[in-house]
């Protein structure tokens, strides 16, 4: 046996955990066995990662084939008590609130896609691109240095009641970024027909500042066109599952919010800064392990 | 929608200018005025001023219902601007009380043409001053001006106190029937402002400026632009769907396109 290998600190629910878990189980058909199974289970999946990381150290801050099998397993019990979701639904922001993240973004800086290659992130995965990509997307869309406020953090919480019936569980929300796609661009990046290719049990809510329409821009998603919407049209959709592109105006720009979501028996909100090119967290438990009064 | 419409115009460069736009800012177009706001250019109109556009960029100007609050210096630099800003051949449309329309009424004896003008909302300071008529009702429609007593209308700060006084000069009656009855609208105009800057109390003009369609004309081939139309009809329809108030105030007034040259 090696001796300098530890054994790792085990993941422990604390009793307001339990019962912040039960209390979200509640309003599922699950019988009270059941739930303690699942409990049971989501405390396995989330000493298992901690295993996994402190075997591979190395790897902490990587995302491998095993991390993602503990996504999955997480996903299907997530499934088992709260089901699975539709392909997309969507819903109406009011004006006030448009008018309110318009005037957040006018504080906001741009950055250069390129430049944020080698930009990391404490807990999220980033997106690794080729050169060639990274300039297409510069010259097609702005994004956004999106910083999170206290102001966005109640807007976070505002939106947990409209998708309350699609995403059915509680839920954590991992990143927020925002872009301006130019009138008469070329289909690269979100633009161009793709699935995320996110670990499962991943969500993603784009909130579209712009009209839906010919002149502002669209959403084809699942094989649908999303047009004809007004300013504040949300669409929520299963972005590893579903075909999506956004489909950039013929003359003016679109103007979106992208906001990434991860089903989960607790709910979560963004407790770090957004990264422009972010994709989901390296590790399950990041969610789970931040509510530290929940979880030790 | 301020916010969004200011966001959308960071990034979608306005081709088209409202001069005097008021607190409301429109999508694709840098609105200029004496107001801050957000979405609106804030810009105090005198001889001097700039519209902070680059020469020869813009694609239209327009202004509603903006000149005749200001001096004619003023207008003569807000259209050398408009000229400067304009790309050649590119359109400026003014749309401004329609006063041949209003002394055409007033020689037919009209009663009611002065209704809904927003009077109303400030004869009560006529009391014992000067007679609530028609005469009255139009000299403050060609040019009118409040009291340091009354406070300031636009911003909705007006006292109710005897004092007060928001309306026209105070002219005697027989001298202003003859005024109106054989005088040009210029001179009508430049009569009355001057009879009420005699007022030692005089704070600010409302209308201060009028003008005959030909007279604004001709003000406008001054400044190198060449009237392409002047048919209210046709220059609503032709521009009804990128304008959003030129419709507002349609029936009393007049329309002018004209091209840089």
Known sequence: MDDNKQSPKKIILSDNGKKNILDNLSRTSLSSDQKETLIIDLINILNDERVQSLNKEQELNTFTKDKETLFSRHNELIKTAYGDNKSFSTFNLNNNT???LAGHLLSQKTVVFSELASVKHEYLMVSNLRPDKYKALDENLIIFNFEMSDLIQKFHQSLREPLANYVKSPFSILNTRAWVTKPGSVNVGPNAQHTDGFAPGHLKLMIYLTPLNDDFGKLSIDNKLLTSASA???????NSDV????IPGLKYPRICIEITLLRSFINCQQFHDSHPNGKHYFNLSTPYLKNDHLFS | ????????????????????????????????DQVVTQGVHYCEFSEKCSLNLE?????????????EHLEDNTISNLLSEAHRILEKNKTLLIKLPDYDWFMQNYKNKNQTFMNGMGIDKVVWSWEGKVPDDILNRLSFMICGYWNYSYGDPYKKEVNRVPEAYCGPAKFDQTELKELFESSSIRKIVKTLRAKASEDTQLKAFNHQNAWSLKEFSQVLNEHNFEVLNTDRDFIIK?????????????YYSMYLTAQKI
Request: net charge negative.
């Open chain 1, 98 to 100: 448009v008018e309110i």
């Open chain 1, 232 to 238: 504040g049209a949300c669409v929520i959709f299963k």
């Open chain 1, 243 to 246: 075909l999506h592109n956004g």
């Open chain 2, 1 to 32: 929608m301020s916010n969004l419409i200011t966001l959308l115009n960071k990034y979608h460069e306005p081709k088209s200018v409202n001069i005097g736009s008021g607190p409301r800012p429109w999508f694709g177009w840098h609105c200029f």
């Open chain 2, 55 to 67: 020469s020869e960029t813009m694609d239209l100007v327009y202004s509603s219902h903006c000149f």
């Open chain 2, 238 to 250: 032709q521009f009804e769907n990128f304008i959003p108030d030129i419709r507002t105030h349609d």
